[in-house]
């Protein structure tokens, strides 16, 4: 296969958008946050594990240096609580019964 | 079936209806003992993901001629392990087809479906399923004993004398009841999939099996150098594509879990496979990964902890096999439980009965003969060296350079190992505990 063949079969297959990506997975979406985040307690962390770590892409850092939590599109992983260093940073249970994340094909 | 003792809702409470739960409840009730199994999804299997193969040889006990009835996707006739370095891999394949008859080995599965049908062999067996209530703490009387869990429903409190906590591996029952000594964030890896959808004839021709004949695929390699691995699964008609990530490594980089995926899906070995393949589901769960290292005390008075929650998963590279430790500590649990009521001895000596079983079996043997190997497997030379200095061997072995005559393999390997920075004694070393941990 020729170089200029090889790039386009790359381009004719795009990745998928975040976005996109999230909206495969299905969440029961409950009105009462079941993670929260402090954000005083983030103003001062420069490490910032969890905004790498979390496969949802939940925790958005803002202009002002601090963290923008979203709990909506959660898979309930644990991977915030267990990598974040700073004690009291996030309080973490699990949805209300019957709510949150709903796998089909997993 | 024994009626609880008045105050008591049932004998035995089971906490969370994964394969470790589900198989607990069928153990007890099979016993005649009153359970109540409760999960917090919407149904069994709704909150769980993994990589895609159960090996159920322990339900013969539970569930005879399971295979006739287990929703499977495709029978593991193969399993390969790729060694992945930046453009060249090194593939070893087995293939049994007698694993596509029965009593077979593998199956690939999807988990609501498989975590369903398990709980509803609960449900034959006597256990009361109560979904969509998540539980949310120990009951315990004013001895301080446990005596069953609260739940998020309203009066939702269930009394029993045991709790067998098979609640995964956040496991809060476990870490309120004092088990878990501390939570290290090494321990956990990440792990993050897609699941995507080709036509069957595509997958039957790529992967070389045909009618429900499937493939096992762990890869070593491959994870933009964040300690982990890979793992490719067919189903019926998707393939799934995933990474575990070491969590302290991946979040001390840049790149995100979906990056990671996308790179992996680029690899030479890996875009033929799943070339034109469309994302049906993304899915992302962790695993407790250092085995003997961190697990919890199993046992209190009562209280059993069983499957994830007691870091019974067998993760050791060329293994991923969780799904089974979980269904037979459950079974294990649920049969030492129900000893326990019958004795009327439910204190930790009552119900050591359980780790009797685990000992003597594969659960704990299994995890005993392998301990070294996740912590070697995950270690930053095997991770970061190994597969290049592999893939570089064998790449000059097999390179036909004429007119230079072939070099002896002997100087390649120095060479090679020199080139990927692994010093001889490491070597030496590593091959050394990797033949005693896999022996
Ligand atoms: C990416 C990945 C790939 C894997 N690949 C494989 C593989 O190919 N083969 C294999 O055998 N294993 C694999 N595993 C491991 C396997 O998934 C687990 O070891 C197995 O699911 C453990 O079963 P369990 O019953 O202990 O826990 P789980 O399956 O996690 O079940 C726990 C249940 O408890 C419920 N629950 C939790 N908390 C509460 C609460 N408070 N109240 C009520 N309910 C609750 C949950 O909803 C869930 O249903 C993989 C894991 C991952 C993450
Ligand atoms: S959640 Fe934890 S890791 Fe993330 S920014 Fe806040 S303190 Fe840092
Ligand atoms: S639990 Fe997992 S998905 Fe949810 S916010 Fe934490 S890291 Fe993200």
Not at chain 1, 69 to 77: A, H, I, L, Q, T
Not at chain 2, 226 to 234: C, E, K, L, M, R
Request: proline content about 5%; charged content about 20%; some cysteine.
């Amino acid at each position: 296969m020729s170089h200029t063949a090889r790039i386009e079969r790359d381009n004719a297959w795009p990745e998928i958008s975040f976005e996109e990506r999230i909206g495969t997975a299905e969440f029961r979406i409950h009105e009462k946050a079941h993670i929260t985040v402090n954000g005083d307690s983030c103003r001062g962390c420069t490490t910032r594990e969890c905004v790498v770590a979390c496969p949802a892409n939940l925790f958005v850092p803002t202009s002002d240096g601090g963290i923008l939590f979203n709990y909506e599109n959660c898979f309930e992983c644990g991977t915030c609580y267990l990598v974040c260093n700073k004690e009291g940073a996030i309080s973490w249970t699990y949805p209300e019964g019957g709510y949150g994340i709903v796998f089909h094909r997993t | 079936m024994t009626a609880p003792a008045h105050d008591f809702d049932a004998d035995i409470i089971v906490v969370g209806a994964g394969p470790a739960g589900s198989c607990a409840a069928i153990a007890a009730a099979r016993e005649g003992k009153s359970v109540i199994l409760v999960e917090r999804g919407p149904f069994p299997g709704s909150k769980n993901m993994y990589g895609g193969v159960v090996y159920p040889r322990i339900l013969d006990e539970l569930i005879p001629s399971w295979w006739e009835t287990m929703p499977v996707q495709r029978w593991v006739v193969k399993r390969s392990t790729m060694l992945l370095s930046d453009t060249g891999a090194l593939n070893v394949d087995f293939r049994a087809n007698a694993w596509g008859a029965p009593p077979y080995n593998g199956a690939t599965a999807y988990r609501p479906d498989f975590d369903n049908w398990l709980a509803n062999h609960a449900v034959a067996a006597g256990a009361r399923l109560v979904c969509s209530t998540t539980v949310t703490g120990l009951l315990r009387d004013s001895h301080g004993r446990i005596e069953g869990v609260s739940t998020d429903r309203p009066d939702g409190d269930l009394r029993a004398p045991i709790v067998i906590a098979c609640d995964g591996v956040n496991s809060f029952l476990a870490k309120e009841s004092g088990l878990y000594p501390h939570t290290d964030a090494s321990n956990f890896t990440l792990g993050v999939k897609e699941t995507l959808a080709l036509p069957k004839h595509v997958i039957d021709e790529r992967f070389g099996v045909r009618d429900n004949q499937g493939v096992d695929i762990e890869i070593l390699g491959g994870t933009s150098g964040v300690n982990g691995g890979g793992f490719i699964y067919t189903n019926l008609d998707t393939v799934a594509l995933g990474v575990v990530l070491k969590l302290p490594k991946l979040a001390a980089q840049q790149k995100r879990p979906e990056q990671i995926i996308a790179e992996l899906k680029r690899h030479p070995a890996v875009a033929p496979l799943i070339e034109g393949a469309e994302v049906k589901e993304y899915s992302a769960h962790v695993i407790p990964e250092a085995g003997l290292e961190m697990m919890p005390t199993m046992v209190a008075d009562g209280m059993l902890v069983a499957g994830d929650a007691a870091a019974l998963c067998l993760a050791a590279g060329i293994w991923l096999e969780g799904v089974n430790f979980a269904m037979a500590s459950g079974m294990y649990a649920g049969q030492a439980a129900a000893e326990a009521i019958t004795k009327n001895d439910v204190s930790s000596r009552g119900l050591s009965g359980y780790t009797d079983r685990l000992e003597k079996t594969f659960v704990l043997r299994d995890h005993k003969k392998l301990r070294k190997v996740p912590h070697l497997v995950l270690s930053d030379r095997v991770q970061h060296k190994y597969p290049a200095f592999v893939a570089g061997v064998v790449e000059r072995v097999f390179r036909v350079d004429n007119p230079h005559p072939k070099p002896g393999v002997r100087r390649i390997v120095r060479e090679e190992r020199k080139k990927a920075g692994i010093g001889l004694l490491d070597l030496l070393r590593d091959g050394w505990t990797g033949m005693r941990g896999f022996g």
